[in-house]
């Protein structure tokens, strides 16, 4: 079965650190681009840091500097370390995985990317 479960959200005070994982079963991460994608209440569903296969990363302004997303294939996982959290990273983040055939960049700002896989998403809460 093919599978991809995030782990690690939870609530956070502002200025605090979370690391969100994203594990895959059923099939192999190697050759997948994975994209992190956060929903804020009452918004839409949007890329916020994206690997490639070949470990080349891209962050969306929001976030840049403060995340960081990276890959361990031999634990078929990804992973988003978060940083400086504020309120405005409140949140359900989502993993999705893809077909490693867009550059980085347009996988996480081209809206009209498909992924292969989603995960069911973790919660994160920033607040005080």
């Known amino acids: 079965q093919v599978q991809l479960v995030e782990s690690g959200g939870g609530l956070v005070q502002p200025g605090g650190s979370l690391r969100l994982s994203c594990a895959a079963s059923g099939f192999s991460l190697d050759y997948y681009a994975v994209g992190w994608f956060r929903q804020a209440p009452g918004k839409e569903r949007k890329a916020i840091s994206c690997i490639n296969s070949e470990g080349s990363t891209y962050d969306a302004d929001s976030v840049k500097a403060r995340f960081t997303i990276s890959r361990d294939n031999a634990k078929n996982t990804v992973y988003l370390e978060m940083n400086s959290l504020n309120s405005e990273d409140t949140g359900i983040y989502y993993c999705?995985?893809?077909?490693?055939?867009?550059?980085?960049?347009?996988?996480?700002?081209?809206?009209?990317?498909?992924?292969?896989?989603w995960g069911q998403g973790t919660q994160v809460t920033v607040s005080s």
């Open positions: 999705a995985a893809m077909a490693d055939i867009w550059t980085v960049q347009e996988m996480c700002v081209n809206t009209a990317v498909v992924y292969d896989y």
